[in-house]
């Protein structure tokens, strides 16, 4: 008898737990994600947004992107720390991995760590002798890049001049106009890019030439990163961009984004510049 009152007592705790369950909105919402997340004015950032969309509706899983708009990489990282942002994607490096939940997924194959640069008009003839790492830092060109970028790292450890410029990274554009040789306060000659990046970016700085016998090349992709307070969605995430490449779904958005600027850059016909990639 005590036994039976006993299993009665256990069925309708359960029913009811079941039953809460059944209409806790936690539970009715679990398939679906409002994540905050940048954005690019030059649109660059549409596949980043349609991976990550399309990557989770694989898995049966609802993103809602609440978009946060342009932001600077210094502010985009604040935010990005403060809980302003619940999800980013930048450059895998070991001191972002100890910062930040790295979702450790390749996200463009690759093609973050292809690089072709930015130069002003009248400079394409400075480069057409090089055709090696060596040529190219023997000819004493000087870089420019944001600050705390991945490619500082890069540049230093292959022993080529570089130049961070403070202040929002896009003053690179106009000021590279600028630069010349005998100039002190500009002093640099180039601006590095990925080639899913350049293409897009020219169309809004025309007056900049794309170097077109060069193609540099490091071992890093972006991942995305989200903060300690979405732990919880790591797995869900890997488990989705996974799949992503799996399938297949990862090549046809590459190739949806990015297959006509890959072509008009002529990378087959480059010289390829394989760089040192840091640890």
Known sequence: MRQLIAL????????????????????????????????RQEGTSKYYHE????????????????????????????????????????LKSKERNKKYIDINVDLTNGLMGKRVLFIPPDSTEDYAHIKTVDDFRQSQKVGAFGANWFDE??????????????????????????????????????FSRSVTEIVQEAKHYPKLAIEPNLLFKYDRDFHFYINEENRHLKFILEQALRKAKKTGLMDKLIQKHFAEQLKSLKLESRILLQLTTPQ
């Open 8 to 39: 009665r007592l256990i069925f309708k705790t359960l029913f009811f737990f079941g039953f809460f369950l059944l209409i806790s909105p936690l539970t009715a919402n679990a398939d679906t994600f409002a994540l905050r997340m940048n954005d």
């Open 51 to 90: 991976l990550l969309t399309s990557a989770l509706a694989l898995n049966g899983h609802t993103l809602k992107i609440i978009n946060k708009g342009d932001l600077p990489p210094k502010r985009l990282v604040i935010m990005f720390e403060k809980g302003g942002l619940d999800i980013v994607w930048l």
């Open 153 to 190: 790292e890069v540049w230093r450890a292959n022993n080529l001049p570089y130049r961070v410029i403070d202040g929002h990274w896009r003053s690179i554009y106009d000021r590279l106009l600028l630069s010349r040789p005998e100039t002190t306060d500009r002093p640099f000659h180039y």
